[in-house]
């Protein structure tokens, strides 16, 4: 065994040899693979092979494209026989709601080059007569998607990094991972020890115990999948005699199963509600490529839904049964990325769907480790996603959900309700008894809107739709309220951070392309960018003092900020930073009136426009609690923000509800504040802003300052992009003459002559202007005021006209309101 590599991977799945492979084609030849038992042992030897390219996420969906890019390429390269058999895969719908999520799945597919066909029922019959069509309303057909041997793409991978340097060693088992005081890893095996540079855990099933190995909270627990194979039918032997083309693999999404043929015979793979995590504290030490105990009694109603689209299915007995685990995550996407505050370790775990994903993970996980970033944006499938909450017993529950939410509709709107409520701030209760219907972010339960409350309505529901949901007219009225009155907002899920130092100045101003606020009191808005000019964070920075700085990041990336924050610190200990989230709540009252509402509660501090203008901050009173009265919101008009000590979250609610009693003030919750962001194309972390696509092309010029003494990360890449002029997208703001019962979602295609010209980030209703909305990313040549495109929903073009930057309010005159 070799003492010293630049990078171990660990873990020899199809997921592990693709990093192996994309190691050595980027040139780091030098690399080991270790594996336990043998190659494939894992969950690769018992997975289904099953290729399918559909996805909503943009992230995903292109990691699945490549990854049947390479598995063609490399087959043919090395000519070899890997079972690839691309028979197309028909997803069936048996309602009109499954066929508009067919749609929207549609809409995304469109922006990154997938083939789809529709096929009516008639369609089906008279290309497949072997399938039942009573009861479908249509289907939806990929012809690029198929299935492979799971087993003999690996072992390809594999031959390939072989044949590039890299050594694989089998039989060989890890028993620890140690961090050396010279900033190497020492993996320990029971062959020896390898000092590394670099390690990549790719261990499947085993993340738990990697996990215990790291001292991390992966959230990856194995839940068991079962499905059967069948012998010989009779339907299937002389149809493929006959020449007939074999049968794509079909998916009745209702019946929540797959089917695909298998040597004269059919496999049958259901997406059972109830299938157990297994493996929750790690696998036993005698489980190796082995099965569980099938269990045919959970199965029960989808074999005699099998029966009844595909009768023939009853004619072939059942010859094998399969029950593996296969790892999931909370929310179904794998982690891959960077491991939270450890250099130099990357996280490939948790794949359910590793054979289709396993050709982009090593393709973008590998640009990460070598070049510092991917092309793509991996924020959907990045590790720090996820915070301390996602705690075992909390990734048991939310796996088994993930997986038995396979074939459920995916609603846009959707919250699932497993683990929840978990993290809450103070007034939940009180907001619950005022009508809140709350969704989850990072943990948190926050307000979505305010239906009726308990005591009006004790049945209401929210009713979650791929139209508008019943939860549409409240949301109206709680936008209107901000821009024609004052509206309560809870927000104490931004995520807050404290920094001070004599170096703070010098080690932020080096993270973000805007100046830092100079003066005591004054807010900036900022971004941290990538070497390449993506936009990586977005902060919203308070200056307290010389030395003093308070920031606000987005909630849903607390993790991965604060991850990026410390790794930068200096080591010379001249900055101290303090994560500060659940110390401090957050109120934003907002509207016309939010000066009346606030003015009796401040002790008589003067809030008028000449002592309290707008971008500035100071310390302040709400009632009888101290508190940072910051003069910034995120819907555009006059408000303040209110961060607060967390002990004094209910006394505050109550103050500000007493106060607004007079002017009529409505609690407000998210999808409103999504849908006035949007009138004012205020980006979002995640959505518009993105590593993908860069600073300028996010449309954040004056937020950039080339031209500032520090020398930013992402400040080289951007100034030669703006001297060469070479844009590749540009952020627009559409508005859409659409239909009387949807919204765009903000993942459709933006279309002109028949063409992709670009997509949508985000979308909803303006209420200010009395039609849909969206921003999105268009080619610049299709990106001038007036410019007149389409938006494809559902499964109609409808008129989208390009108009100016935010098209309410473009000078802030409301955000800057006088007395």
């Given at each position: 065994?070799?003492?010293?590599?630049?990078?171990?991977?660990?873990?020899?799945?199809?997921?592990?040899?693709?990093i192996?492979?994309?190691?050595?084609?980027?040139?780091?030849t030098?690399?080991?693979?270790?594996?336990?038992?043998?190659?494939?042992?894992?969950?690769?030897?018992?997975?289904?092979?099953?290729?399918?390219l559909?996805?909503?996420?943009?992230?995903?969906?292109?990691?699945?494209?490549?990854?049947?890019?390479?598995?063609?390429?490399?087959?043919?390269?090395?000519?070899?026989?890997?079972?690839?058999?691309?028979?197309?895969?028909?997803?069936?719908?048996?309602?009109?709601?499954?066929?508009?999520?067919?749609?929207?799945?549609?809409?995304?597919?469109?922006?990154?080059?997938?083939?789809?066909?529709?096929?009516?029922p008639?369609?089906?019959?008279e290309?497949?007569?072997?399938?039942?069509?009573?009861?479908?309303?249509?289907?939806?057909?990929?012809?690029?998607?198929?299935?492979i041997?799971?087993?003999?793409?690996?072992?390809?991978?594999?031959?390939?990094?072989?044949?590039?340097?890299?050594?694989?060693?089998?039989?060989?088992?890890?028993?620890?991972?140690?961090?050396?005081?010279?900033?190497?890893?020492?993996?320990?095996?029971?062959?020896?020890?390898?000092?590394?540079?670099?390690?990549?855990?790719?261990?499947?099933?085993?993340?738990?115990?990697?996990?215990?190995?790291?001292?991390?909270?992966?959230?990856?627990?194995?839940?068991?999948?079962?499905?059967?194979?069948?012998?010989?039918?009779?339907?299937?032997?002389?149809?493929?005699?006959?020449?007939?083309?074999?049968?794509?693999?079909?998916?009745?999404?209702?019946?929540?199963?797959?089917?695909?043929?298998?040597?004269?015979?059919?496999?049958?793979?259901?997406?059972?509600?109830?299938?157990?995590?297994?493996?929750?504290?790690?696998?036993?030490?005698?489980?190796?490529?082995d099965?569980?105990?099938?269990?045919?009694?959970?199965?029960?109603?989808?074999?005699?839904?099998?029966?009844?689209?595909?009768?023939?299915?009853?004619?072939?007995?059942?010859?094998?049964?399969?029950?593996?685990?296969?790892?999931?995550?909370?929310?179904?996407?794998?982690?891959?990325?960077?491991a939270?505050?450890?250099?130099?370790?990357?996280?490939?775990?948790?794949?359910?769907?590793?054979?289709?994903?396993?050709?982009?993970?090593?393709?973008?996980?590998?640009?990460?480790?070598?070049?510092?970033?991917?092309?793509?944006?991996?924020?959907?499938?990045?590790?720090?996603?996820?915070?301390?909450?996602?705690?075992?017993?909390?990734?048991?529950?939310?796996?088994?959900?993930?997986?038995e939410?396979?074939?459920?509709?995916?609603?846009?709107?959707?919250e699932r309700?497993?683990?929840?409520?978990?993290?809450?701030?103070?007034?939940?209760?009180?907001?619950?008894?005022r009508?809140?219907?709350?969704?989850?972010?990072?943990?948190?339960?926050?307000?979505?809107?305010?239906g009726?409350?308990?005591?009006?309505?004790?049945?209401?529901?929210?009713?979650?739709?791929?139209?508008?949901?019943?939860?549409?007219?409240?949301?109206?009225?709680?936008?209107?309220?901000?821009?024609?009155?004052?509206?309560?907002?809870?927000?104490?899920?931004?995520?807050?951070?404290?920094?001070?130092?004599?170096?703070?100045?010098?080690?932020?101003?080096?993270?973000?392309?805007?100046?830092?606020?100079?003066?005591?009191?004054?807010?900036?808005?900022?971004?941290?960018?990538?070497?390449?000019?993506?936009?990586?964070?977005?902060?919203?920075?308070?200056?307290?003092?010389?030395?003093?700085?308070y920031?606000?990041?987005?909630?849903?990336?607390?993790?991965?900020?604060?991850?990026?924050?410390?790794?930068?610190?200096?080591?010379?200990?001249?900055?101290?930073?303090?994560?500060?989230?659940?110390?401090?709540?957050?109120?934003?009252?907002?509207?016309?009136?939010?000066?009346?509402?606030?003015?009796?509660l401040?002790?008589?501090?003067?809030?008028?426009?000449?002592?309290?203008p707008?971008?500035?901050?100071?310390?302040?009173?709400?009632?009888?609690?101290?508190?940072?009265?910051l003069?910034?919101?995120?819907?555009?008009?006059?408000?303040?923000?209110?961060?607060?000590?967390?002990?004094y979250?209910?006394?505050?609610?109550?103050?500000?509800?007493?106060?607004?009693r007079?002017?009529?003030?409505?609690?407000?919750?998210?999808?409103?504040?999504?849908?006035?962001?949007?009138?004012?194309?205020?980006?979002?972390?995640?959505?518009?802003?993105?590593?993908?696509?860069?600073?300028?092309?996010?449309g954040?010029?004056?937020?950039?300052?080339?031209?500032?003494?520090?020398?930013?990360?992402?400040?080289?890449?951007?100034?030669?992009?703006?001297?060469?002029?070479?844009?590749?997208?540009?952020?627009?703001?559409?508005?859409?003459?659409?239909?009387?019962?949807a919204?765009?979602?903000?993942?459709?295609?933006i279309?002109?002559?028949?063409?992709?010209?670009?997509?949508?980030?985000?979308?909803?209703?303006?209420?200010?202007?009395?039609?849909?909305?969206?921003?999105?990313?268009?080619?610049?040549?299709?990106?001038?005021?007036?410019?007149?495109?389409?938006?494809?929903?559902?499964?109609?073009?409808?008129?989208?006209?390009v108009?100016?930057?935010?098209?309410?309010?473009?000078?802030?005159?409301?955000?800057?309101?006088?007395?």
């Amino acid at each position: 065994m070799k003492e010293h590599a630049r990078v171990v991977v660990i873990g020899g799945g199809a997921v592990g040899c693709s990093i192996l492979y994309h190691l050595t084609a980027a040139g780091w030849t030098d690399a080991v693979l270790l594996e336990r038992d043998e190659l494939t042992a894992g969950s690769t030897w018992h997975a289904a092979g099953l290729l399918p390219l559909f996805n909503m996420s943009y992230a995903t969906g292109q990691m699945h494209k490549y990854s049947i890019e390479l598995y063609t390429e490399l087959a043919a390269a090395w000519q070899r026989d890997v079972g690839f058999k691309r028979v197309g895969n028909l997803r069936m719908a048996r309602t009109r709601e499954r066929m508009e999520e067919f749609q929207t799945y549609a809409t995304t597919a469109d922006t990154i080059g997938v083939p789809y066909e529709w096929w009516s029922p008639r369609d089906i019959k008279e290309r497949f007569p072997l399938v039942n069509v009573e009861g479908l309303e249509g289907a939806l057909f990929h012809p690029t998607d198929g299935y492979i041997n799971p087993a003999d793409i690996t072992m390809l991978l594999a031959d390939a990094a072989r044949q590039n340097g890299a050594q694989i060693l089998r039989k060989t088992e890890v028993s620890a991972i140690e961090r050396t005081p010279g900033g190497e890893w020492r993996v320990r095996t029971d062959g020896g020890d390898i000092l590394c540079e670099v390690v990549v855990t790719a261990t499947g099933n085993h993340a738990q115990r990697t996990a215990a190995m790291l001292g991390l909270t992966l959230p990856a627990i194995p839940v068991e999948h079962q499905y059967i194979v069948t012998g010989e039918i009779p339907e299937i032997v002389e149809w493929r005699k006959a020449g007939k083309p074999e049968h794509p693999i079909l998916r009745d999404a209702d019946a929540r199963w797959y089917m695909r043929e298998e040597r004269g015979g059919l496999i049958l793979g259901p997406y059972e509600k109830g299938a157990p995590a297994w493996g929750v504290y790690g696998v036993p030490e005698t489980f190796r490529a082995d099965l569980l105990p099938p269990d045919l009694d959970r199965l029960e109603w989808h074999i005699e839904e099998a029966f009844f689209r595909m009768p023939c299915f009853a004619k072939g007995g059942v010859k094998t049964v399969y029950n593996g685990p296969i790892c999931y995550t909370p929310d179904g996407n794998p982690l891959l990325g960077p491991a939270p505050g450890r250099p130099n370790l990357y996280i490939a775990e948790g794949f359910s769907f590793g054979i289709t994903a396993a050709g982009g993970a090593g393709k973008y996980l590998v640009q990460i480790i070598t070049e510092g970033d991917a092309e793509i944006d991996m924020l959907a499938v990045d590790p720090r996603r996820f915070g301390p909450y996602a705690t075992r017993p909390y990734a048991k529950r939310k796996n088994e959900e993930a997986y038995e939410h396979v074939f459920i509709p995916h609603f846009p709107d959707e919250e699932r309700p497993a683990c929840r409520p978990l993290r809450t701030a103070p007034s939940y209760d009180r907001l619950k008894a005022r009508g809140a219907v709350f969704g989850q972010r990072f943990g948190w339960e926050r307000p979505n809107f305010f239906g009726p409350s308990p005591a009006e309505d004790p049945g209401f529901r929210e009713q979650w739709s791929f139209r508008r949901g019943n939860w549409w007219p409240y949301v109206k009225a709680e936008a209107e309220a901000i821009r024609t009155n004052v509206g309560l907002i809870e927000a104490s899920t931004f995520a807050k951070y404290e920094a001070t130092g004599p170096g703070v100045d010098a080690w932020l101003d080096r993270l973000i392309a805007n100046r830092l606020p100079q003066k005591a009191g004054r807010i900036q808005l900022t971004h941290a960018l990538t070497k390449t000019g993506g936009v990586r964070s977005e902060f919203t920075i308070l200056r307290e003092g010389p030395e003093a700085l308070y920031i606000v990041g987005a909630g849903g990336a607390e993790a991965y900020d604060w991850d990026y924050l410390t790794r930068t610190l200096p080591r010379d200990g001249s900055v101290r930073l303090e994560k500060a989230t659940t110390r401090y709540g957050v109120f934003v009252v907002a509207g016309p009136k939010a000066r009346a509402v606030l003015d009796p509660l401040v002790d008589r501090l003067d809030l008028s426009n000449a002592a309290f203008p707008w971008l500035t901050g100071r310390a302040a009173t709400v009632g009888m609690a101290p508190v940072r009265l910051l003069r910034v919101n995120y819907v555009g008009e006059l408000g303040w923000e209110i961060h607060h000590p967390i002990e004094y979250h209910n006394h505050i609610f109550d103050c500000l509800e007493e106060a607004g009693r007079p002017h009529g003030m409505k609690h407000v919750g998210m999808r409103a504040m999504n849908w006035l962001r949007l009138e004012k194309t205020y980006r979002a972390w995640g959505t518009e802003l993105s590593k993908e696509v860069t600073a300028l092309e996010s449309g954040l010029e004056r937020f950039v300052r080339l031209d500032k003494n520090t020398d930013f990360i992402g400040r080289a890449a951007l100034a030669e992009q703006k001297a060469r002029s070479a844009l590749r997208w540009r952020l627009v703001t559409l508005l859409i003459d659409g239909p009387g019962d949807a919204d765009p979602w903000g993942v459709e295609g933006i279309w002109k002559n028949g063409k992709v010209v670009g997509r949508a980030t985000g979308g909803g209703y303006s209420v200010h202007f009395g039609k849909q909305i969206a921003l999105a990313y268009v080619r610049p040549d299709h990106a001038a005021t007036g410019e007149e495109l389409t938006i494809k929903m559902l499964d109609r073009h409808y008129p989208a006209r390009v108009v100016e930057e935010s098209p309410y309010d473009p000078a802030n005159e409301r955000s800057r309101m006088a007395d």
